[in-house]
C-alpha cells in the first residue's frame, strides 16, 4: 500500500503518505483520497482531468485535494494515475487520469465530502516529505 490510514480520528478519515518528492507527495495523497472512495486498481483510463488551484503549502494539498472531490462529484470521476504539471510556492496543477465510478462494478467504501485543513500537516526530514489529511466524511 502506497498509503496508510489515520486511525485515531474520530468521525472522520484520514490518510498519511510519504515520498522522496513533494510532486509526488501531492500525486500519492489524491490518488489516496480516491483509493479511500473506492478502489482504483479497479478503475479503467479513459477519460482525463486537468485541474489547479492557487495557494500555499500546506492548504495547497487540501485545496488541490478538494477540487479532485469536485470533480468526482460532478463526474463520477475516480483518478487511477496522476502527473504534476506545474508546481510552485503559489500555485499547483495536476493531470488526473482515471475513469467513470459506477456502484454496481466499483465497490463503494468511504464517502468523503472534503479535505480539511484539520492536522492538515507536510513535513520534510532526513530526505523524505510527509503528509497527514484528515478528510469530512
Not at 488541490?64 to 472531490?69: E, F, K
Not at 470533480?71 to 496522476?82: G, L
Not at 492538515?120 to 497527514?132: C, F, P, R, S, T
Request: proline residues 2%; aromatic residues 8%.
Amino acid at each position: 500500500m502506497f498509503y496508510e490510514t489515520i486511525d485515531d480520528i474520530t468521525a472522520d478519515a484520514g490518510v498519511r503518505v510519504r515520498a522522496k518528492t513533494l510532486e509526488e507527495l501531492i500525486c500519492k495523497v489524491l490518488l489516496a483520497t480516491f483509493n479511500e472512495i473506492t478502489d482504483i486498481s479497479c478503475i479503467s483510463i479513459n477519460e482525463e482531468y486537468i485541474i489547479e488551484v492557487g495557494s500555499v503549502l500546506p492548504f495547497m494539498l487540501a485545496d488541490i485535494i478538494n477540487q479532485a472531490l469536485a470533480v468526482h462529484e460532478k463526474y463520477n470521476f475516480i483518478a487511477r494515475e496522476c502527473e504534476v504539471l506545474y508546481l510552485d510556492k503559489e500555485r499547483l496543477k495536476v493531470k488526473l487520469k482515471g475513469g467513470k465510478f459506477d456502484p454496481e462494478v466499483n465497490e463503494p467504501k468511504l464517502l468523503i465530502k472534503a479535505a480539511t485543513y484539520h492536522r492538515l500537516n507536510i513535513e520534510h526530514k532526513e530526505g523524505v516529505y510527509e503528509a497527514e489529511v484528515v478528510f469530512d466524511i
